[in-house]
């Protein structure tokens, strides 16, 4: 088995010499066989092998022996062994989800803590079987072709190097090494959807096909592939479509519909929301009609004007005194003026957002509009006018951040060279 582990991790580019590798170790056969693998090879790629468990209080005396059993394996095969204690039910009760999420989240935090502080990769023994299982709780649930993907072999500085092995070799693995491991007693129960779908689902589809693991593998590689592939085309096309205040509706349209949709999706995460089929079909529906889809409290996606942008909840409104120096943040914006002393005299500047009743004065057309009108025809989205950055004298506006100086401004900028710019 060694040798066609090390293949997919060649293939996969999971391991170079010199690195530094900690082994997620639970104890059971998956993660003391990964264990072996990597001290098998330490020589060979020069690695620096060490090991992590996270007692996660769930099963009492029996997770105090898997931690004894992690500590003395370690310590008969000379491999460093991180420890940490994590109450993962009172945590689930605490943020409102399953042992199950909670122990995945508590675990990945250890991990990604030690990763960093050591500078290592973390390699986790996820088998052919966990993303035979994966593949299937995701559809069952609903999923996209990115979701269809399954477990990846590697995803930042997590690497899973036994992924195409199933967990009957892993088994024999250990048998022909002689190796001991502990079986943890809650894979033995019915009460977690994914053993759910081990004890029952998966006999019933190897009766269909014995090599299942092998071909759903191969099914959520061909997925992983064409997704990875539309992502590119999706961050192509927004980079093609967008615009100072979004993109353009019309280029969007245009794309193949599984770009489009990639798109989308694309932009539900950025507003941090986790895209799903309703999101997807709402947007295009959207950007065919026009409209909006709130995917949260703080995001909408709004398509008119043959522009699809994304709306925010809206700013304050602020008001910042001109004085000398003048260095201040609006709206998270860091700027800096600066002018000379007759620009002080009887001074009523102020910096402030739009309000209702201003108007602009377009130096070269010689006309004045009010303010949204002007900003409109820019292209400047609704929510978004209430706040830019004016320097106004009363009600007149001299100068905003989207339109530049005002006709009545001209004097500032030609007799007292005022500067505005955006800081560093």
Known sequence: MIAEVLRDCERCGLLSRGDSVIAALSGGADSVALLHFLISIKEKYQLKVSAAHLNHGIRGAEAAGDELFCKLLCRAWQVELFVRHADVPALARQRGISEELCGREERYAFFEELAREKRAKIATAHTASDNAETLLFHLARGTSLRGAAAIPPKRGNVIRPLLSRTRAEIEAYCEANHLRYVTDSTNLSDEYTRNRIR??????????????????????????????????QAERLLSEARTTYGYRAGILREADIAVRKAALSRLCRECGEAPEHRHVDLLLAVLRDGGAVELNKTHTLVCDGGLLRVSTSAAEQAEIPFDKPLSFVFQGVGYRADADDSLFENNTLLFRSTRAGDHFSFQKRKITKPMGKALREIGVPAEKRGSLLCLCEGSTVLWCEALGWSEQGRKYTIFHHLVIEKQQ
């Not at 689902?201 to 997704?227: K, M, Q, W, Y």
């Open 199 to 232: 004890h029952h689902v998966i006999p019933a589809l190897r009766e269909v096909n014995p090599a299942l693991e092998a071909a759903l593998t191969r099914f959520t590689r061909d997925a992983a592939e064409v997704s990875n592939f539309l992502e590119r």
